[in-house]
DNA sequence: GCAAAAGTGTTCTCCATACACCCATGA
DNA sequence: TCATGGGTGTATGGAGAACACTTTTGC
């Protein structure tokens, strides 16, 4: 087991401290919001994750909901802020609020050690029921942002998640079976792909999120006769094969 | 317009007066339930509403969550408060949180008539994030139990709803969207049905719940190639016609 | 026998699958 | 010319829709 090595920087602690202080004043009580951003890299579906202090620990990004704004508004928020993206393919999916997802030892314990003692009716003591939201983002356009608590934001494979705490895992596998379900229904997955796309890269990411493959002729005929695909000039990119067309996602609304 | 007639009766007011008092000790703050209750009864999809006070005016079922009590058992712990029923066939679908859901102006305006002047940070007065679950249920099983806040609790035909406070329209209106997309899936619709049941009977209810009308011979093609249902014996009812089969739902798990 | 509803069989179409085939490209 | 990947055509099978047909029941 990795050995925890807690960092015990001033300004951290200081950042917690000033939180903790001014949090109660301005956030609902009680009720967060976890969001599972994902994003599409080198043929792989990725999670982005924070990192917990000076851990080894990661959590999903998430915030609290503001006394005077809508629950959507707060999810949006917590990603911009995350992200700095505008325009954000955004659904919520499930809220999480067993006793025990709060009270896991070891996010406790690791608490306690970042801030010192923590008293027993403080902010992060408290229980909290979690809104989830995912979101399909184009990672080429995301600039990770870190803040006070967190030290790392980090894409990672769904099939290679690093150790999450609470019931993170559970909440990222819940949120791709609702992707899945999603993909085909809402027409979601080109908010995962850049402005132009081949049809491979198309087909990898749905293999990707359905994680399983597929057969690339009928893949194709199933996807030009959704009739949203524009076909655009074709891509030669130097090697020995037929070079592929581009598409363009044009949904006419 | 309906006239408002509101009770002043002393027994109610006391009794909210009591829950007021020990509401904030023993519930989460900000954070509620609300449980859209389908039933079936002579062909039409029914939702079980409350009375609210002596006013034409209607609200879901809901409640709170315990300091120390999990999401979902909260959720089946209101629903069998309202209900007394055991096995109760539950899933979670939404989360409401806009600001605007716990400002609506009858609501509020009818809640101050019923019980005097409320404190702005009283426990009514505060927002509140709504967890919602539908509940699908056999109703000749229910035993419908008002409760101190509510005169009256009814079966209501989905089409021909009352006017209901808050943000419950759109709420019964997502579950029915969410519970036409789980009746395949999920195979829910036998929990809205008795023990026994004729295809016609079957065939009603996910007309009424898809809201169309559906071809009588494939529909009886299609239910039996499921391969869950057990073909009884005949029942003969007196009709001038051939006597339809009974089934019973027997799923192999 | 007749009307009404229950149950079964048949055809047709659509769509997903499987796979054969040809095309374009650069080494 | 060859290997590799891209694009299109075609046969097949299964599921659902439409509808014809038979069976059962009480009057």
Same mark, same amino acid.
């Given at each position: 087991?990795t ?10 602690k200081?950042? $917690? ?7 109660p004043?301005?956030?609902?009580a ?8 994902f ?6 579906l990725?999670?982005?994750?924070l990192r917990?202090g000076n ?6 990004p998430g915030g609290y $909901? ?11 928020r917590?990603?911009q ?7 954000i393919?955004?659904?919520?999916f499930?809220t999480?609020?067993? *006793? /025990?997802? /709060? ?11 970042? *801030?010192?003692t *923590?008293?027993?009716s403080?902010?992060f003591g408290?229980?909290?029921v ?8 184009d990672d080429?356009?995301v600039?990770?942002v870190?803040?006070a ?5 980090k ?6 998640l ?5 019931d993170?895992d559970? $909440?990222i596998?819940?949120?791709?079976k609702r ?5 085909d229904?809402k ?10 796309f081949t049809?491979?890269?198309?087909q990898k990411?749905?293999? /990707?999120v359905?994680q399983?493959?597929l057969v ?7 996807m030009?006769?959704l009739?949203v ?8 990119n130097g090697?020995s094969?037929k070079a592929?067309y581009l598409?363009?996602?044009?949904q006419?609304?």
């Amino acid at each position: 087991m990795t050995k925890i090595d807690i960092i015990s920087d001033a300004a951290l602690k200081n950042g $917690i401290r000033q939180f903790l202080e001014t949090a109660p004043d301005i956030y609902m009580a009680g009720v967060s919001v976890d969001t599972v951003i994902f994003g599409f890299h080198h043929d792989k579906l990725k999670v982005l994750l924070l990192r917990f202090g000076n851990t080894p620990y990661f959590v999903l990004p998430g915030g609290y $909901i503001k006394k005077e704004e809508d629950l959507d508004d707060a999810a949006l928020r917590i990603l911009q802020e995350r992200t700095e993206l505008q325009n954000i393919y955004l659904e919520q999916f499930y809220t999480s609020g067993n *006793i /025990s997802r /709060s009270n896991e030892k070891v996010a406790v314990e690791l608490a306690f050690k970042m *801030i010192g003692t *923590i008293p027993n009716s403080n902010w992060f003591g408290q229980r909290f029921v979690s809104v989830c939201y995912y979101a399909l983002v184009d990672d080429t356009k995301v600039n990770p942002v870190t803040e006070a608590f967190f030290t790392e934001v980090k894409w990672f494979d769904i099939n290679k998640l690093p150790r999450v705490l609470y019931d993170h895992d559970n $909440i990222i596998q819940k949120a791709l079976k609702r992707l899945q379900a999603d993909l085909d229904e809402k027409l979601a997955a080109f908010n995962l792909l850049g402005e132009t796309f081949t049809m491979l890269e198309l087909q990898k990411l749905y293999e /990707s999120v359905y994680q399983k493959k597929l057969v690339r002729t009928n893949f194709q005929r199933k996807m030009l006769s959704l009739g949203v695909l524009e076909r655009l000039e074709k891509q030669y990119n130097g090697k020995s094969h037929k070079a592929p067309y581009l598409y363009r996602f044009a949904q006419t609304v």
